[in-house]
T-cell receptor, first 116, second 114 residues
């Protein structure tokens, strides 16, 4: 298993440009999510999905769009990048086994985004 | 709503010394509590998790954490620090029983000096 993969690893954008951060998992997990990590603020949830065709907003959704057309993929779109979106972005997935006690959320390696 | 507080954004210890990283959750008992570790330029790796089976939880790399309901705490400890323990550590709680959503603390960066 490759686990959770993210591309690209690094990206520099100019203000106003758009781009898509890719996330894929090969563990057949129902739950996928996007976090951003900023110094001193921990990880904050942007959007999440509990299955194909179902997405919902997290704590900091403004400026970001997501879709979930397949179980494996959960791309994050920035329609018009702003300097405030400079951050490290992590994708995560888990298997909705919360009640079974087997819960573990797996994280990708991250995408470091700079918006100039 | 659940919340997590990690006291001390930076902790420094000498190699061989006790490591204590503090985590407090909000007043309602969350279903699960977690500690994750992040090494430089890497993603997050699960250290250990509390699932109500036992209050003292042992994790990887010699770390353990104790759930104390009376103190709303889930502090992370390791008896003897190693240089390789230098990393950032995050405490997290599950938001509820019906969701995989996690709420993270702001993190504690551990430095280990020789």
């Amino acid at each position: 298993n490759a686990g959770v993969t993210q591309t690209p690893k690094f990206q520099v954008l100019k203000t106003g440009q758009s781009m898509t951060l890719q996330c894929a998992q090969d563990m057949n997990h129902e739950y996928m999510s996007w976090y951003r990590q900023d110094p001193g603020m921990g990880l904050r949830l942007i959007h999440y999905s509990v299955g194909a065709g179902i997405t919902d907003q997290g704590e900091v959704p403004n400026g970001y769009n997501v879709s979930r057309s397949t179980t494996e993929d959960f791309p994050l779109r920035l329609l018009s990048a702003a300097p405030s979106q400079t951050s490290v972005y992590f994708c995560a997935s888990s298997s909705l086994l919360l009640l079974a006690g087997e819960f573990e959320q797996f994280f990708g390696p991250g995408t470091r985004l700079t918006v100039l | 709503a659940q919340s997590v507080t990690q006291l001390g954004s930076h902790v420094s210890v000498s190699e061989g010394a006790l490591v204590l990283l503090r985590c407090n959750y909000s007043s309602s008992v969350p279903p699960y509590l977690f500690w994750y570790v992040q090494y430089p330029n890497q993603g997050l790796q699960l250290l250990l998790k509390y699932t109500s089976a036992a209050t003292l939880v042992k994790g990887i790399n010699g770390f353990e954490a104790e759930f104390k309901k009376s103190e709303t705490s889930f502090h992370l400890t390791k008896p003897s620090a190693h240089m390789s323990d230098a990393a950032e550590y995050f405490c997290a709680v599950s938001e509820g029983y019906n969701t995989d959503k996690l709420i993270f603390g702001t993190g504690t960066r551990l430095q280990v000096f020789p």
